[in-house]
């Protein structure tokens, strides 16, 4: 079983808190072990592999590397490059192959969401058609948490506490005068809602949002009005959250409706916004109210400031299984989180087949959506409190971050 | 001097990250001062004076009141009330008159910025006219960091931090493909660009915003666009920081470019946002790039979880200063900070007339921006530096924020 190589790993898709806390894991792992000869990193994912772009990990200094662990967005780069058809076009792979050969690269590491298993997925198939002895397996990573067969994804837990936290904190100041104001927050997740429904959270704070509207169910921009303004009226405020990725009974996501009935301006440019500020002018010209729509943006993928340290121990976990699973003979595989059976919180790894992961998403269960269809129940409170538990260690210098410096030496 | 009777604190205008921090430094002080024989604290500011909304905060647990120090925005409540004139119309001073009879209030704390300390001073020379032996002091409080006479205002330093540290966090997340992207960010400052200015402090994480555009200067859309094409085309990204209330040589409001409906509120102020959506759009349009802009909205005033703790401890101290001022018989002023002279930073406290203080705005210095219009020099990072140090202690229960509760008992 013992295969001696060099390995490279890649970061792809779109970035997280604490995507290189799995990168931290790998290598911490990679260079102990006496069966990797070298240790790679991929500039901009699979894309550093075709443009020979790798970094010697072995010639940084340990303590940056150690930084990783609260370095937020992909330290080696991120690329969305989706690999042909090798059927069809095998230019890609073949460079592929010619550079693992260059580097005598027997260890493939890639670290992403769906689109990004489905390129480890796509090499992994090549190389063993080619009969290249290489050991490949993917890493999770996607504050989306639609990775199919995994407990949760690395990244989740710390976009899902930044949610909480920041609804717990504009709910505060959204509520403090006595003259009314309706908030319409927008989390990302164009598909699944497990990051709105994490807005849920806040509750546990005193804070709880009044309506939470997930992807999974058809959203109606009449029913949408009626409960904020019956919220409105009752309370005399209201904080709404929704899905960026919210759409109507026919499919069509809201965001669209802004640029499909937004008058152009004097100058005939067309507003850019999504589902949030439409919605917050649409209901601004029913209640005639307050009303202020808030994107939380990127930040909800990089505030590694707010991230949890149960996210980041479980990345950094999933890097070094990763490893360990190769070295011992595993290949073809994704490393995957199972929450153990009983009361107390606890993550296995397992190995998922990558040919099953990769472009299969995890929806939020509607059974964990209240029958109203503007909250979530108590079992997805269960599900999520463990994976925002603790809070992770942040560098600070001078009052600033201090995120990793890679010195990046060309191998 | 000794002047024996209850005392009235209240909160006003927008919120902060350490707005309740001052409410903590008040009623520390004044609890265990035997001059002040009851602290109450008014909902809703001066309209909890005038409704008789009054709370006793003598029955409030000292534990919970411990949790201020982490509790963003006025947990009393706020408002935006502007007295009258009361040579035309003195109706409100003659209720708080008698509110202040009704439960012999000799001492008067109000809390916040240039309209606060409008009402506060407004307060205090009717008291004087009509002989009521009372002490008025205002305690400083804004985020834009615009009050005149004070080195700076508590609440400016934790709202810089938070911009600061989330323009070095979203800088990593948006300059991760070697695809281009440019990025608008918006900050708050009507017409102060203090907070805005703060987005510089990023390049000391190696994140360094590449243009700033301060309301203090003209902004000028085209030469914005032709500035953010030349960056993108060097650099393959942008990251611009623009103030909310960047405006053109006319003194027209960008954001208006994009609406024209824009709302007063009761103190004549329009409705700001929109800028960085208005020039995402434009930019776009030039450069057929990937635009997004982005607005820190609410969270750069409200996200305690990343606090200055420098911030903290001076808003607790300018609230403890008040009453201790106060009860040493001062009146008619309100307490500040003046940098002490020498290397080290030291905040000394200071007294000043609130009728100069009241509706006086401090801009941010002409000097200490860059020749080009669009960055800010060495001398704001040693002004700011030390008002962003340290990370004040937020208290988490099962990874979420602890707030504190008052009970707020009906005095």
Redesign the interface.
Known sequence: MSLKGACIFGQSGG?TSVINASAYGVFREALKDPNITRVLGA??GI?GVLNDQLFDIGKEDPAELELLKS????AL????YKLKNPAVDDTDYRRILEIFKKYDVRYFFYNGGNDSMDTCNKVSKYLLSQGYECRVIGIPKTIDNDLWGTDHCPGYGSAA?YI???C???Y???T????GAV?IIEAMGRNAGWLTAASA??G????APDLIYLPELPFDVDSFIARVKQCYEEKGNCIAVISEGVKDKDGVFIAEYASKDAAA?A?G?????GSA?YLAMRVKEALGA?V?P??F???Q??????A?RTDVEEAVRMGAEAVRAAVSGVTDKMVAIRRAEGGTYAAETQLLELTAVANTEKKFPLEWITPDGAGVTEAFFDYV?PL????NPYC????????A?LKKVKA
Chains 1, 2 share one sequence.
């Not at 993928?301 to 707010?306: E, K, P």
Request: charged share 20%.
């Open positions: 970035p500039a901009h894309k370095t937020p967005s992909s780069g991120s690329c969305r506490k909480a936290v920041t717990a904190e504009i505060r100041d959204a403090v005068y006595d003259t908030t959270l806040a546990l704070s005193g804070c301006d100058f440019h067309k507003q850019m916004g500020a307050k202020r808030i994107e943006s990127l930040m993928r990089c505030a590694a400031h707010c949890s409190l925002i538990a603790g809070e600070w210098q001078n009052g600033l971050p201090r995120f410096q």
